[in-house]
């Protein structure tokens, strides 16, 4: 059963009316939960306040993340961590509650270093608020952090708040052939042990490394130059489907996923990021779907 709320009072109606819900909006994860009711929020959406000059976003929980960054690119801002499936669907709640965050977490951090603010209603259908719509408003571990891959434990997620940062004027990106998993988080290894200030680092199973700069575009090109020194590789001139292939998942080829922080694994396919040391598997037989 679904039950669709549209509207903060209709997700209190439902929590009151229901001794369990799963919370449902863009359906592009599924995180283990106890079988229930699903509350479906992808109605529950849009942007409640934007103000690019303070560089804070706050959205309805079920809004898709595709819509956002349309919002965002139009004052040439984004989401640093590079949230994943955007194409897929996936709502901005769905991506706090699931705490996914893509390549670009490995310069700016994940999607707990920029929610600032949350609404979440709890399990008696009371609205709480956490944090705030400014980036400085408080110290310390709050509520808002502790619902990034809270699943919906905690709460329904009703309305996020995030800062946000201007794009960067370029990128570039090195596609390096290092021939194994081992070698290539070898020399993973090695350009974090220099001065290079990489945005993104990823390798795969086959051995296939690629490494992200960014910035003003004369100085990229002059970095980018001095990183092929030392670690050789490929300039790729238009490098988005390469990071999109790693954002949206296609290099799984349809199989489910699941993340591990073990460190580089041997199932093939299976992508590594060196931000947080995670690991993303396909396989044929995961639990939990799309990303478990």
Request: net charge neutral.
């Amino acid at each position: 059963m679904t039950v669709d709320a549209a509207t903060l009072a209709e997700i209190q109606d439902a929590v009151r009316g229901h001794d369990s819900l799963v919370v449902r909006a863009g359906g592009t994860k599924s995180p283990a939960q106890a079988a229930g009711t699903t509350i479906g929020l992808s109605k529950l959406r849009g942007i409640t306040e934007y103000s690019p000059a303070e560089c804070v976003l706050t959205a309805w929980a079920g809004t898709p993340l595709r819509d956002i960054e349309q919002a965002l690119r139009a004052h040439a801002q984004y989401l640093p961590f590079d949230p994943p499936l955007v194409d897929a669907g996936a709502t901005i709640g769905g991506t706090v509650a699931t705490g996914l965050s893509g390549s670009g977490r490995y310069r700016y951090g994940g999607v707990r270093d920029f929610l600032i603010g949350a609404r979440v209603v709890d399990g008696e259908g009371t609205v709480i608020r956490s944090g705030g719509k400014v980036v400085k408003n408080a110290a310390g571990f709050l509520l808002h952090h502790a619902l990034v891959g809270s699943a919906g434990r905690f709460g329904v997620i009703a309305e996020v708040t995030f800062k946000v940062f201007p794009l960067p004027e370029a990128r570039a990106t090195l596609k390096v052939t290092c021939g194994s998993a081992a070698a290539a988080a070898s020399t993973a290894r090695s350009i974090e042990a220099t001065r290079f200030d990489c945005e993104a680092l990823d390798f795969d199973t086959h051995g296939t490394l690629w490494v992200r700069i960014a910035g003003r575009s004369a100085a990229v090109r002059s970095r980018l130059m001095r990183l092929h020194d030392v670690v050789g590789g490929a300039r790729i001139e238009d490098d988005n489907p390469e990071w999109a292939e790693a954002r949206e998942f296609t290099w799984a080829q349809g199989r489910s996923i699941v993340k591990s922080v073990d460190g580089p694994h041997t199932a093939t396919p299976a992508r590594y990021i060196c931000a947080g040391a995670a690991s993303w598997i396909a396989c044929d037989d995961c639990l939990g779907g799309p990303i478990g």
